[in-house]
C-alpha cells in the first residue's frame, strides 16, 4: 500500500492557535460587563421599565439625547436640556457619530450604546497591551500588567467602610467608584466613552512616539488621526499627553525627520482643540459648562486610595526610573507631573482640572509592572513570585468585583427604572413633531434622550438654572402658581402628567389628553 505523503493537518495548529491575550481578555470583559445589565432587564421590578443604566445615570442620558441628535441627522450639538437659546457647536462627535450609525443600522440607541461599551472593552485591551508592550520589556512582566490594567480598581472602599471621614477638613470620597477613568475594569463597565478615549490616547500616544523614534510621517499621520479620535470624546487630553511627549523628545532628542512627525501629529489635531477651547467659553455654553459638578481637585488621600495598588508599586519603580532616564520614563513621569500642575496649581483649566485623568491608569500600571518585576520579585522563590504574582492582582480586583455584583443588588430602586406608563409616554412622544414637553425634573431626564424635544428641566449640569426650575415645575404639578401662563410664556407644546410625580389631578383648562397609560396623561397644547 503506497503511503500518501500529503500533510493535510499541518495547517491545523495555525487554525487553532490561542487567541491574544488582550482579545481573550477583551472579550472577557465586554461579557461579564453585560451581565449586569442583562439582569436588570430581566429583574426589573413589576410595572416598570429598566432605562438601561446603573453608573452616573445623569451623564449616561444626556449622551442618549446626542446619540438622538445624531440619528436624527444633525452633526453639531444643540442643546435640548434648556429652553435658553443655544446655538450648535461641534461638541460631543462621538456620540453624534454613534447617533448616526444607529441610524444607519436601524439599531435602537441603547443597544448601540452597549455595543458601543463592549467593543470599548476590546479596544482598550489592545491598545493597553499595544501601551504596555512600547514600555515594558520583559513578557512575563506585560502579562501581569495586561491582567492588573483589566481588573484593578483602588481601595476607596475602606473610605466607605469608615463611613467617607472628613479628613483635614476636606470629605473625603471613594473616588475610584465614582470616576470611571481612574480605571479600565469601571470605563468599561460604566460608559464607552472613557473606554474608548483612553484607548485612542494610549495609541495615539504610542504612535506619536514611535513616529519620533523613527522619523515616520506615515506613523505620525496614524497617530494624528488616533489624536482626533480622541479629541472627539475628549478634547482636552491631547494638551496634557501632547505636552507630555514634547517633553520627552526635547530631553532625548529625536532626528529632525522625528520632531517633524511629532509636530504632523500634534498639528492635525490643534485646531480641534482650539476651537474646543474657545466655544467652552462662548457664554451660551459657558452657562452650562459653568454647572458641572466634581471639577475641583480631590484631596490627596481620597485619591491615593482610589489608586493605592498601582501607586504602591509605581512608587518602587521611580528610583530606577529616576536614573536610567530615558526616552519612556521621561514621557510617564512627565505626564504624571503634568497632571499634578493641573489639578492643584493655579491653571487656566479650573472648570476643566478633574477631566485630565482618563487612563491615568497606563502610565500606572507600566510603573506597576517595573516596580513588581524588577524590586519585588527577584526577592522571592520561585513559587512564591507566582502566588505572588495572581494574589496582588486578585487584591487589587476586590473594587472591581464591588461594582460588579453591586447592581443587580439595588435593581428595586427607582432611580434605574420608570413606571411602564412613562416609558409608553416617552415612546408616544417620539415620533410626534419637535417641541418644548414641561414635566418633572426626574421625567424630563429622559425626554431629549427618547424623543427630539426639548425638556424645560431635565438634567443638573444642562439644564440652566436647573435647581431654580425644578423647584418651579415641581409646584406647578401640585397645582401652584399660573400653569396656563407659564404654557404660553414658554411654548409649551407638551405637557406630560405622571402619578409618579403629583398626587394632583390635572386642571380641566388642559382639555383632552392626545395620550393614556396608566399613570401618565400627555397633553398636546398645540
Do not use: C
Request: hydrophobic share 50%; charged share 15%; proline share 6%.
Amino acid at each position: 500500500m503506497a503511503v500518501s505523503t500529503a500533510r493535510p493537518l499541518a495547517v491545523a495548529p495555525s487554525l487553532w492557535r490561542r487567541p491574544p491575550l488582550w482579545l481573550s481578555l477583551g472579550l472577557a470583559l465586554a461579557l461579564v460587563t453585560l451581565l449586569p445589565y442583562l439582569y436588570a432587564h430581566l429583574a426589573a421590578p413589576s410595572g416598570r421599565t429598566f432605562m438601561g443604566f446603573f453608573f452616573l445615570g445623569d451623564d449616561a442620558n444626556t449622551y442618549l439625547a446626542k446619540m438622538r441628535g445624531g440619528f436624527d441627522g444633525a452633526w453639531a450639538w444643540t442643546n435640548r436640556y434648556t429652553t435658553e437659546p443655544s446655538q450648535p457647536v461641534y461638541f460631543f462627535v462621538y456620540w453624534i457619530a454613534l447617533g448616526h450609525l444607529a441610524a444607519l443600522l436601524h439599531l435602537p440607541l441603547l443597544v448601540t450604546f452597549h455595543a458601543a461599551r463592549a467593543l470599548g472593552a476590546v479596544l482598550l485591551l489592545y491598545a493597553g497591551w499595544m501601551f504596555i508592550e512600547h514600555f515594558v520589556e520583559d513578557p512575563g512582566a506585560r502579562r501581569w500588567a495586561l491582567f492588573f490594567m483589566a481588573f484593578g480598581l483602588g481601595m476607596g472602599y475602606l473610605l466607605e467602610a469608615m463611613g467617607k471621614p472628613v479628613f483635614l477638613g476636606q470629605k473625603t470620597d471613594t473616588l475610584d467608584w465614582r470616576m470611571p477613568e481612574l480605571s479600565a475594569f469601571y470605563s468599561i463597565l460604566a460608559l464607552p466613552n472613557f473606554a474608548w478615549a483612553a484607548a485612542l490616547q494610549a495609541i495615539a500616544a504610542v504612535l506619536t512616539l514611535r513616529a519620533a523614534e523613527r522619523g515616520s510621517l506615515k506613523t505620525g499621520f496614524f497617530a494624528g488621526l488616533a489624536w482626533l479620535g480622541e479629541a472627539s470624546i475628549h478634547a482636552q487630553m491631547p494638551i496634557l499627553i501632547g505636552g507630555a511627549i514634547v517633553v520627552a523628545v526635547l530631553y532625548r532628542r529625536v532626528s529632525a525627520r522625528g520632531y517633524l512627525a511629532v509636530a504632523l501629529a500634534l498639528a492635525m489635531v490643534a485646531p480641534y482643540v482650539l476651537y474646543s477651547y474657545v466655544e467652552l467659553h462662548n457664554p451660551e455654553v459657558s452657562r452650562w459648562s459653568g454647572q458641572w459638578r466634581n471639577n475641583f481637585a480631590p484631596d490627596l488621600l481620597s485619591l491615593s486610595l482610589a489608586l493605592a495598588p498601582q501607586l504602591l508599586l509605581a512608587a518602587l519603580a521611580l528610583p530606577r526610573m529616576l536614573r536610567r532616564r530615558s526616552r519612556g520614563d521621561v514621557f510617564l513621569l512627565a505626564w504624571l507631573l503634568l497632571l499634578a500642575v493641573i489639578l492643584w496649581a493655579p491653571t487656566p483649566a479650573d472648570n476643566l482640572r478633574r477631566r485630565f485623568f482618563d487612563g491615568i491608569y497606563l502610565p500606572l500600571v507600566v510603573m506597576a509592572a517595573e516596580g513588581f518585576f524588577t524590586v519585588v520579585l527577584p526577592r522571592l522563590r520561585e513559587r512564591g513570585r507566582r502566588l505572588l504574582g495572581f494574589g496582588y492582582v486578585s487584591f487589587a480586583s476586590v473594587g472591581s468585583l464591588f461594582l460588579l455584583l453591586g447592581p443587580p443588588l439595588v435593581i428595586s430602586n427607582p432611580a434605574y427604572s420608570v413606571p411602564n406608563g412613562d416609558y409608553a409616554a416617552l415612546q408616544w412622544l417620539s415620533p410626534q413633531p419637535p417641541g418644548v414637553v414641561l414635566t418633572s425634573d426626574r421625567l424630563g431626564l429622559f425626554v431629549p434622550a427618547y424623543t427630539s424635544d426639548t425638556t424645560y428641566v431635565g438634567q443638573y449640569s444642562e439644564t440652566y438654572n436647573w435647581r431654580v426650575k425644578t423647584v418651579e415645575v415641581n409646584g406647578l404639578l401640585h397645582g401652584q402658581g399660573d400653569l396656563q401662563g407659564f404654557l404660553v410664556e414658554h411654548h409649551v407644546r407638551y405637557l406630560v402628567w405622571s402619578t409618579e410625580d403629583t398626587n394632583v389631578v390635572p386642571p380641566s383648562s388642559l382639555g383632552t389628553p392626545a395620550f393614556t397609560a396608566k399613570g401618565v396623561e400627555v397633553f398636546q397644547l398645540y
